[in-house]
């Protein structure tokens, strides 16, 4: 592994949460174990040698003992095993290691790794295809004694013992949720768009990231140091002094922009001419209530359930639903929580259940359209939020609604359910709202006939933007076409705020867009009662509606929905921020130096 010292590098990416991070990089491969550079004192030198000889000796045993259990039908592979153990006496790994410890001062795992990026140089110069092939036996050899250095191969790479950048060609849904340790500086990776898992994860636990960077995970090394931009989605690879001095000031800047703006966040957002709009946050685990309250929303607009079932090998309990909405409920009082109900396909369950392989899930058996189909999973949780509804206020959201007889399928589940509490005795909200969720062009065209229906409603932009245009928004060949300002969706926005009000039912925003500042004056002039969004974009969202005035914001949407093009809606949007908000940072403007 090298240290390209001097050699500077950038990648222009996808700002998907915003913020500075200046740290040592951690490329992220399934495959391999956390290597983070240490060094060592030179009376641990030799300490370190017998670390690293100890861990090879284990690793020798390990090896042995797979030999020894193959199974008949795989002793054919048992060359394999012998090759990885003689890789770790070879002189160019083995001697290569020792000697870079007390050369470099460094700990035993760095060291190692260091060797393994020599060996890999000599591997590529090697015109044998086959044998140069053997390299890959070679990193599996030592990413076993790397992994025993590390822990034993046991300790999630998610919480490492030393601040770093996770640099990964893509993270998995499971990967991002692991991603909650303070030593996470900021994440870089090849895929994604501002909509996809991680991005909105990122922003959900407040740390810079930039995706859709395509190779950076190639082009990084782990311990390299990396500037994370955010607000500009760029990644600088090994900066110099002077870059770095200059990030870190930027970094500093942005620190306390974001601090003038927090202590202000228990405000109200109520604009200058008086339209007070809620602001709540989106939530997926208890952990986060912390920052919802720290963040100055009022109530969780997004309680996402999926969680839950993707957690557990068999399907969630009666019981355990109940204990986790309950104590939503309790913590967040006296404010409401939203509790979408199950919003995957059955595609996405790791229990017992299994459903046939769909050709195109996104557009299959998922949602309220699993839960109709399977209405004993679907009655068992309705069963938990109501009994939670006892121990705080709670609303029901269902989600990829697209016609009429769902919700009323639903609600005749609903009633069966609160016909039998109350038969039964079982305390419950008697009065428990039930929402529907926008998200499909078919919801929006007939929202005057779904709202005689729901007690309110709930835009998810994300999946409503996806589907009125088309494009699958964490595919990077069409991910730069999702766009939130084509007319379409400014349109579809307006259509089902009016049906809503003329219906007389609340309407909220609860997507990605109800995060965006840039899309303030737009969900101010529409006039919607509620924005949900994750909570460290609150304090933002709310100090912007509190600049704006609404009479001005229903002025520009006016204008807005008379334009041809996203182009031209972005210009009118700019010319009307620019004359109703004068003096307004526009974060942009710090992409200068990047």
Known sequence: MKEKIGIQKKIQGIGASPGIAVGPAFVWDPRKPLVTKRSVRDEDIEREKVRFREAVERAEREITEILQDLPDELRAYGDVFQFHRLMLRDRMIYEQTVALIAQEKVCAEWALACALDRARELFRNIKDHYIRERIEDVEFAVERVIRILEGNGNE???????????????????????????KILAIATDKGSRTSHTAILARSIGIPAVVGLEHVSSAVESGQTLVVDGICGVVHIAPDEHFLEVSRAKQARFNRRQLHIIHSSHL????????????????????????????????????????????????????????????????????????????????????????APEINPALGLRAIRLSLKEPELFKTQLRAIFRASAFGEVRVLLPLVSGVQEIRTAKAHIEEI????????????????????????????????????????????????????????????????????????????????????????????CGEMAGEPLYVPIFVGLGVDELSMNPQAVPEIKRLIRRCRQDQCASCVRDLLGAPSSKDILEILGACISNHLQGEEDLTSWCSLS
């Not at 929402?435 to 006939?449: F, K, N, Q, R, T």
Request: charged share 25%; proline share 6%; glycine share 6%.
């Open 156 to 182: 999630d790479p998610f919480t490492p013992k030393e601040p770093v950048i996770i640099v990964a060609c893509d993270l998995s849904p499971e990967d991002t949720i692991r991603m909650k340790s303070n």
């Open 268 to 355: 109200p957002a109520e604009t200058e001419d008086g339209h007070r709009i809620k602001i709540k946050a989106n939530i997926e685990l208890i952990d986060e209530i912390p920052a919802v309250i720290a963040n100055g929303a009022e109530g969780v607009g997004l309680l996402r359930t999926e969680y839950l079932y993707l957690a557990h090998k068999e399907l969630p309990s009666e019981d355990l639903l109940f204990q986790t909405y309950r104590e939503v409920a309790e913590k967040i009082a006296p404010y409401p929580v939203t509790i979408r109900t199950l919003d995957i396909g059955g595609d996405k369950f790791t229990s017992h259940v299994h459903f």
């Open 418 to 509: 609160r016909n039998g509490f109350m038969r039964d005795g079982v305390p419950f909200d008697s009065d428990i709202k039930v929402g529907v969720m926008i998200e499909v062009p078919s919801a929006v065209l007939i929202a005057d006939h779904l709202a005689r229906e729901a007690d309110f409603f709930s835009i998810g932009t994300n999946d409503l933007i996806q589907y009125t245009l088309a494009i699958d928004r964490v595919n990077e060949h069409v991910a730069h076409l999702y766009n939130p300002l084509h007319p379409a969706v400014i349109r579809m926005l307006h259509q089902t705020v009016e049906a809503a009000h003329e219906a007389g039912i609340e309407i909220s925003v």
